[in-house]
């Protein structure tokens, strides 16, 4: 893989494996939980289903906060500096990769640190929204530092989590126009917008070589952008443990770690300066 990519520089793409590291779990990697996540349909329609996804949206964006980027996300950092990618596309919500120091990140399916009214289009941070939550909602901090509630959590890759007695919950309304507030993360059902997936696809275009990481690449916006790596000619990688159905496009594919593979990678391309 290295000396495939050495004077090539790549674009990589990454999936919900890269984060596995850090503590938050894959979707669709081996031994995970069946789940149905929120729709954008169900989020608008259903007021109880939006009490339910707040209580456990707030419970798991807690835990994405107390996450920390892995060696992958760091390694990513490095290859950065020396050229050897233009950036990352992230299909992750968790922020990992700007806290970790990436520069170019375009992040496909958005990123739970920011709250969005759909009704004015106000944007909020995350920390204000939490913090008038847990305010309505004692629950949400009950039990902290022992057995109850708040630490009793499921986590999922999209920042949700598993939560009972949600019907005295209360929702947060936009404070600007009262309207419905939602995290800006794009939702089953919901499109990746337009600007930002033309962002996505200028990062490969760019690129002479597309980098596949922790990805099943099961969701259409990555193998859209795998197919267009594709088109152009690209050398394709996929570095994840498992199928992806990427996998017939790449000219190698890792089972593999993503962590210890793009440490690896960092390694050979910028000897003894990997951090």
């Given amino acids: 893989m290295a000396d495939l990519l050495r004077g090539r520089p790549a674009a990589v793409l990454t999936g919900a494996g890269l ?3 850090s503590g938050i779990p894959d979707y669709r990697g081996e031994g995970a939980p069946k789940r149905s996540p929120m729709t ?3 989020f608008v329609a259903d007021e109880r289903a939006r009490k339910r996804y707040w209580a456990g949206s707030h419970l798991g964006w807690r835990q994405f906060r107390a996450a920390g980027p892995n060696l992958g996300h760091l390694s990513l950092v490095r290859l950065e500096e020396i050229a050897a990618i233009t950036g990352v596309i992230t299909q992750n919500v968790d922020g990992l990769h700007t806290r970790a120091g990436s520069r170019h990140v375009v992040e496909l399916h958005g990123s739970m640190d920011r709250v969005i009214c759909l009704d004015c289009g106000q944007a909020f941070g995350r920390d204000s929204i939490a913090a008038r939550l847990e305010a309505a909602n004692p629950i949400l901090t009950a039990g902290e530092g022992s057995d109850g509630a708040a630490d009793a959590v ?4 999209d920042g949700d989590a598993d939560v009972d007695d949600i019907d005295s919950f209360t929702v947060p309304e936009c404070s600007v126009c009262g309207g ?3 995290p800006n993360v794009v939702f089953f059902g919901e499109l990746v917008p337009t600007g930002r997936f033309l962002e996505a696809t200028a990062l490969v275009t760019a690129a002479q070589a597309l980098v596949v990481a922790g990805s099943s690449l099961a969701v259409n916006s990555g193998i859209r952008l795998v197919e267009l790596a594709r088109r152009r000619k ?3 990688i996929v570095i994840n443990r498992g199928v992806t159905k990427g996998d017939g ?8 770690g993503t962590s210890e593979t793009l440490a690896g990678l960092a ?4 000897p003894g300066q990997h951090r």
């Fill in 267 to 270: 390694e050979r391309l910028a």
């Fill in 234 to 236: 690209l050398p394709i």
């Fill in 180 to 182: 419905m507030l939602k």
């Fill in 249 to 256: 496009r790449a000219v190698i594919k890792l089972e593999a």
């Fill in 154 to 157: 499921r986590i999922a890759p």
């Fill in 40 to 42: 954008f349909q169900t």
């Fill in 19 to 21: 984060s596995t590291d």
